[in-house]
C-alpha cells in the first residue's frame, strides 16, 4: 500500500478525520442562521467540501432538514458517509460526490450554504475562499474551520512545524481579512473547542495506531505515519494555547 492508501486504511473507520464536535457545529450553525426546527419545509441547500466519512454531513441533514452534497478526493470515505446516511434513513437528504475541492463541478450560486471542516488547508484557506464563495447564492453563508494562531508571538518548535506543514497558518484577523477581501461579511468567529481536537479526534486516533502498526508491520511507510500523528498529538498537547481550529463564519454580502 502507498502513503495515501496507508492514510485511508487508518482513518476510514473513524466518525471524523478532523478535529471537530457536534456541540461546535450547533454553534457554528447558530452564527451561519440555520434553523434547527425540522419544521422548515424545505432544508438549505449545503456543500460539504473535504467531508470524510460525513461527521459534519449526518449532522447537517439529521438536525437542520439541510439537503447535502458531499464532497470528498476518496471514494472509501465516501462509502462510509453512504452507509451512515442510510442508517440514519438520511439517504435521501445526501448527495456524494467523488471530486475535487479545486474544481467543483457546480454552476455558480448552487448552494445557500459553503460548508468545510478541516478541509479547506488541502488547497489553502485563501484559494478556497476565492473559489468556493461563487457557489453560494446571494446572502449565502460559508462556514470554514482553518488552523489559526492564536497568539501574537509563540515558542520556535510550533512556529516551526506549522510554518514548514502549512505555511498559511495566520492569526484570526489575517484569515478574517481574507474573507472580508472576497465579499464575505463576518456573521462570527469563534475557537473550536478542546473536546473537538481530544474527544473527538485524537483520543480515538490514539486508539487505532496500536492495530494499524500490527496490520501493517513489515511497512516503512506506516510506522513514518504513526510517527507523524503521535508527533503532532504531542505537539497539539504541548502548544495548544498558541493555536488552534479558528471557526469562521462569513456571509456573501449582497450589492
Ligand atoms: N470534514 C471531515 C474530514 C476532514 S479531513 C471531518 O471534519 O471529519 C480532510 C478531508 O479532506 C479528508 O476526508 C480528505 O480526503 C479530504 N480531501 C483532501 N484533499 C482533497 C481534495 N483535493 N478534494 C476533496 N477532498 C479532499
Known sequence: MDELELLVELHVDADRQGPGSPTDLDLA??????DSGRSAARGPDIIDIGCGTGASTIQLAEKFNAKVTAVDLFPQFLER???????????????TIEGDMTDLPFPDASFDVVWSEGAVYNMGFAAGVAAWKRLLRPGGVMVLSEITWLTSTRPAEIDEHWNREYPEIDTAAAKISILENNGLSLR???????AGWEEHYYQPLEGRLNSFLARHADSAIASDIVDGE??????????????????????LETD
Open 81 to 95: 458517509l453512504e452507509a451512515r446516511a442510510s442508517a440514519g434513513g438520511l439517504a435521501d437528504q445526501i448527495t
Open 29 to 34: 450553525a447558530g452564527l451561519a442562521g440555520l
Open 230 to 251: 503521535r508527533r503532532e498529538i504531542k505537539l497539539f498537547r504541548t502548544y495548544r494555547d498558541f493555536f488552534g481550529y479558528g471557526v469562521y463564519v462569513a456571509a
Open 188 to 194: 462570527g468567529f469563534f475557537v473550536l473547542s478542546e
